[in-house]
């Protein structure tokens, strides 16, 4: 007497035969199912239920291992994109560049600031309630044939973001490098308010100074090597005093300080269910001094009131 065998398939294709089961669930797979396995084959199923149970890798500040450094490109392209747009529409710089307060007068020429102003002046800036210059400025350039560097300002500053970016990012993660990177520029731009309301200052060095304070806390926290790190530093800090002389040196230093602060948190939180809630709470905490600082010398400015 025959006996008739069973025909067994594929459980995600019941119209596909097959004779080879999932090591982890043990149903039948057919080879456009099969995912290779330690041992044998798996099915997809189980594959991204496999991926989900393994703990991702951390960096040292709790962030997401990144070997790809992602933000700062895009960081590199807005950069690059925006400046491409100054070329076309020149008067973007003096619509987004951080001035603190400053005048604009009946001739469509820019004022140095006095409270109050005469008639026929408009106040711009802060001081006029432009808050966004804050940030905005951080990602506009001198114009090809302006100041000091002219060109070289937007390239000299993309090359040392594309070298630290892909140092700094993969030790902090995509997400603890962007908040590095703008609470660097906010940095920088609070400082110019403080100590020179009355320049407009454009140009991503805040942020890169911020980024390069990061890169000798973080390394430091990690017991690396610190010769060239100090040497790195020693240049940074060097560049610093002669940017006194021919750029903004109030952004640099505050963006400095501003990195160096959110950097320290970063990287110090204690490592436990705690971190985020420190870091987060030391990143908020900034921001409000920074907001505070802010307000208090707009409201210095305009005699009192600060502008909505």
Not at 74 to 82: Q, R, T, Y
Not at 243 to 272: I, K, N, Q
Request: glycine fraction near 12%; charge should be neutral.
């Amino acid at each position: 007497m025959d006996s008739e065998s069973t025909v067994t398939t594929c459980y995600r294709h019941p119209e596909v035969e097959c004779y080879v089961r999932c090591t982890r669930c043990e149903r039948y797979i057919c080879p456009d199912c099969m995912r290779e396995a330690a041992v044998g084959h798996q099915c997809p199923e189980c594959v991204k239920e496999g991926a989900r149970s393994v703990r991702q890798a951390r960096t040292l500040v709790g962030g997401r291992v990144s070997a790809v450094p992602v933000v700062t490109y895009v960081l590199i392209a807005v950069n690059v994109l925006v400046y491409l747009a100054e070329l076309v529409r020149p008067e973007i710089v003096d619509r987004f560049a951080m001035v603190g307060a400053g005048l604009v007068g009946p001739d469509g020429e820019h004022y140095l600031w006095i409270d109050p102003y005469p008639g026929g002046f408009t106040p711009e800036g802060l001081v006029d309630g432009e808050w966004y210059r804050l940030l905005t400025g951080a990602f506009l350039h001198l114009p090809p044939t302006a100041g000091t560097f002219g060109v070289f300002h937007v390239v000299m500053n993309m090359v040392a973001l594309w070298n630290l970016g892909r140092l700094v990012e993969p030790m902090l993660g995509r997400v603890h490098y962007l908040a590095l990177y703008l609470l660097s520029a906010l940095g920088g731009s609070v400082l110019v308010l403080l100590i020179a309301p009355g320049d407009a200052v454009v140009g991503a060095s805040g942020a890169i100074f911020g980024i390069g304070a990061a890169y000798y806390v973080v390394a430091r926290r990690v017991g690396a090597d610190m010769a060239q790190v100090n040497r790195f530093m020693a240049g940074l800090l060097l560049w610093l005093v002669i940017s006194a002389v021919v750029t903004s040196w109030e952004g640099h230093l505050g963006g400095l300080l501003a990195g160096g602060a959110v950097a320290l948190a970063f990287a110090y939180a204690p490592r436990d269910g705690r971190r985020t809630l420190v870091q987060v709470g030391a990143c908020v905490g900034l921001v409000v001094l920074l907001a505070v600082a802010a307000a208090v010398k707009v409201s210095e400015l305009t005699g009192g009131g600060v502008p909505q």
